[in-house]
């Protein structure tokens, strides 16, 4: 495609507490290797850190830059706040964490036109500072970790369900009403099952890589890692016939260890082979995963599993069905 004929692109950024990373983030879109236009929209949502200050820094020293507040915090509010204050063809979403390559926006565009495709996306690549990081990094590209997700784990160019942020058309965002501010989480794949079910095509390569800082501790990945498992019973109640083998996994795992657990105490000491098999597996698994790295980031690889897994699980275990009545009803009510 010419340069001449580069569609303009406009990024959208929601943000919340993300003074660590935003100055960083902002400046791996502004020194994208792009030729169009290009315009970055942050939505602000209620920090309680310098986020404020830092975007209101980079908005004085570049035009290019722009804000618009989110009061709500909400993630799917904050995109759609974006992509309405926003101009161009081309929809570029980006987290205040989330680094992206330097031909990422390129790329992408060139795949939108070689596809067809609605929706472009690559790998989320984890990236950690400190052991504790770069242990859920290894966790969050790994198998064991996180099934045969390609946005996670790599894989072949081609049509997928969902993909990691994601470049859009805008008129298809247009034509779906943008995401359900209903979803706190999962807005992504929710949004994505909706283009899928009009016809369009979601298209994933490992050409398009960004690199992600995990969450610094076991608390904030619990938290994140139940919120999804949370989210994605609602997707499955909201979207019958969205749910695979892959997604029951982890609920599984956390229903064959209490099982397991309850057996071993009270029964019979043959119950607690189920937990223990499973603390073998992580563990087992942790050392292809952990390859190369420290071996403070090794050690602690198994516990980043059994966090991720036990906590998508609850999650998705006690995901209330009064939730997905309410999403339910804010679109078919």
Same mark, same amino acid.
């Given at each position: 495609?010419?340069?001449?004929?580069?569609?303009?692109?406009?990024?959208?950024?929601?943000?919340?507490?993300?003074?660590?990373?935003?100055?960083?983030s902002?400046?791996?879109?502004?020194?994208?290797?792009?030729?169009?236009?290009?315009?970055v929209?942050?939505?602000?949502?209620?920090?309680?850190?310098?986020?404020?200050?830092i975007?209101?820094?980079?908005?004085?020293?570049?035009?290019?830059?722009?804000?618009?507040?989110?009061p709500?915090?909400?993630t799917?509010?904050?995109?759609?706040?974006?992509?309405?204050?926003?101009r161009?063809?081309?929809?570029?979403?980006?987290?205040?964490?989330?680094?992206?390559?330097?031909?990422?926006?390129?790329?992408?565009?060139?795949?939108?036109?070689?596809?067809?495709?609605?929706?472009?996306?690559?790998?989320?690549?984890?990236?950690?500072?400190?052991?504790?990081?770069?242990?859920? !990094?290894? @966790?969050?590209?790994?198998? /064991?970790?996180? %099934?045969?997700?390609?946005?996670? #784990?790599?894989?072949?160019? $081609?049509?997928?369900?969902?993909?990691?942020?994601?470049?859009?058309r805008?008129?298809?965002?247009?034509?779906?009403?943008?995401?359900?501010?209903?979803?706190?989480?999962?807005?992504?794949?929710?949004?994505?099952?909706?283009?899928r079910?009009?016809?369009?095509?979601?298209?994933?390569?490992?050409?398009?890589?960004?690199?992600?800082?995990?969450?610094?501790?076991?608390?904030a990945?619990?938290?994140?890692?139940?919120?999804?498992?949370?989210?994605?019973?609602?997707?499955?109640?909201?979207?019958?016939?969205?749910?695979?083998?892959?997604?029951?996994? !982890?609920? @599984?795992?956390?229903?064959? /260890?209490?099982? %397991?657990?309850?057996?071993?105490? #009270?029964?019979?000491?043959? $119950?607690?082979?189920?937990?223990?098999?499973?603390?073998?597996?992580?563990?087992?698994g942790?050392?292809?995963?952990?390859?190369?790295?420290?071996?403070?980031?090794?050690?602690?690889?198994?516990?980043?599993?059994?966090?991720?897994?036990?906590?998508?699980?609850?999650?998705?275990?006690?995901?209330?069905?009064?939730?997905?009545?309410?999403?339910?009803?804010?679109?078919?009510?």
């Amino acid at each position: 495609m010419p340069d001449q004929q580069l569609p303009a692109v406009s990024v959208i950024m929601p943000v919340l507490n993300e003074e660590r990373h935003l100055r960083t983030s902002v400046r791996h879109i502004l020194e994208q290797e792009y030729a169009g236009e290009l315009e970055v929209v942050i939505a602000l949502g209620p920090s309680t850190d310098r986020t404020d200050e830092i975007a209101a820094e980079l908005v004085a020293e570049d035009s290019r830059v722009h804000t618009v507040p989110n009061p709500t915090g909400r993630t799917p509010a904050a995109l759609n706040a974006a992509i309405k204050a926003s101009r161009h063809p081309i929809v570029v979403r980006v987290d205040g964490h989330g680094m992206l390559s330097p031909d990422y926006i390129a790329t992408a565009v060139r795949l939108l036109d070689e596809t067809g495709a609605q929706n472009v996306g690559g790998i989320m690549h984890a990236e950690g500072e400190n052991d504790w990081e770069r242990a859920v !990094a290894a @966790a969050m590209t790994s198998r /064991i970790g996180v %099934g045969n997700a390609a946005f996670h #784990t790599g894989g072949q160019a $081609g049509p997928a369900e969902t993909v990691y942020l994601g470049v859009f058309r805008r008129e298809v965002l247009e034509r779906q009403g943008g995401y359900n501010e209903e979803f706190i989480r999962a807005q992504d794949w929710e949004l994505n099952f909706r283009i899928r079910e009009a016809g369009g095509l979601i298209w994933f390569s490992p050409e398009l890589k960004v690199s992600y800082r995990p969450r610094p501790n076991v608390r904030a990945l619990a938290k994140q890692y139940k919120n999804y498992g949370r989210w994605r019973h609602v997707v499955a109640r909201y979207h019958q016939g969205s749910i695979n083998l892959r997604y029951l996994a !982890a609920p @599984a795992a956390v229903c064959a /260890i209490a099982a %397991g657990v309850v057996v071993g105490a #009270t029964v019979s000491p043959w $119950g607690l082979v189920v937990p223990a098999g499973y603390l073998a597996a992580i563990t087992a698994g942790s050392v292809p995963a952990g390859k190369g790295l420290p071996v403070g980031a090794r050690l602690r690889i198994p516990v980043a599993l059994a966090t991720m897994h036990m906590s998508w699980g609850y999650g998705f275990l006690t995901s209330p069905r009064s939730l997905a009545r309410k999403v339910i009803a804010s679109r078919r009510g």
